[in-house]
């Protein structure tokens, strides 16, 4: 089991640009989850699926953020334009069941200059 | 609003037995606590989770309260590897998937 998937590990990008990070979800698995990581705000949920249907989005900061997860085995969360204060570590994680947890990727640290 | 309070750090020993706390006064009948850990620049780590009965797992122990109000995890033996912020969090198990919403943490330092 490879677990989740994130790609890339690193993103550095300049202000105005667009940027998608990837997340696979562990096969089986029917939820999947973004999080946003900064030391002032510390874990935030952004969105999640179920069953690949965004089920809860209101944790996404504004209208330059979308989610999407077009099978179950794919998901992205894109940034379009990028500003200096999205930077931060995203993490994806995905869950059969709330009773085994969610197992988290290894996230993905963006840096918008 | 958080619906957990954790001190926000804690020294211990290597080799003995650290005991995370955590306040959740507030918890409702449906939710469990569980309990996760965050080690430098990695992603958390589920580490257990209960609803009123003490669990344990290759990982840790939890003790809940019987009025369920608090709960300690206990790591038995830490090493500097189990160094990691550690969050305590209820979730409503019932219906449709809950949402994980972390708060700060303990901050755990395992120290030779």
């Known amino acids: 089991d490879a677990g989740v998937i994130q790609s890339p590990r690193h993103e550095v990008t300049e202000m105005g640009q667009e940027v998608t990070l990837r997340c696979k979800p562990i096969s089986g698995h029917n939820s999947l989850f973004w999080y946003r990581q900064t030391m002032m705000r510390g874990l935030e949920l952004l969105i999640y699926f179920n069953n690949n249907v965004p089920i809860d989005d209101s944790g996404m900061p504004e209208d330059r953020f979308s989610a999407k997860m077009p099978n179950a085995s794919f998901s992205t969360l894109k940034i379009q334009p990028s500003e200096p204060r999205d930077s931060a570590v995203y993490f994806c994680?995905?869950?059969?069941?709330?009773?085994?947890?969610?197992?988290f990727g290894s996230g993905t640290r963006l840096t918008v200059v | 609003d958080a619906k957990t309070t954790q001190p926000p750090s804690m020294d211990c020993a290597e080799g003995r037995a650290a005991n995370l706390p955590c306040n959740h006064s507030t918890i409702s009948g449906n939710e469990y606590v569980y309990w996760y850990r965050q080690i430098h620049s990695q992603g958390p780590q589920y580490i257990i989770h209960?609803?009123?009965n003490n669990e344990t797992n290759e990982m840790a122990s939890l003790i809940i309260t019987e009025d369920r109000k608090s709960s300690t995890l206990i790591l038995p033996h830490a090493t500097l590897r189990d160094t990691a912020v550690y969050y305590c969090?209820?979730?409503?198990?019932?219906?449709?998937?809950?949402?994980?919403?972390f708060g700060k943490g303990t901050k755990l330092s395992v120290k030779p």
């Open positions: 969090i209820v979730l409503n198990y019932g219906g449709s998937q809950g949402n994980l919403i």
């Open positions: 994680a995905s869950s059969s069941h709330r009773a085994y947890g969610y197992t």
């Open positions: 209960g609803l009123k």
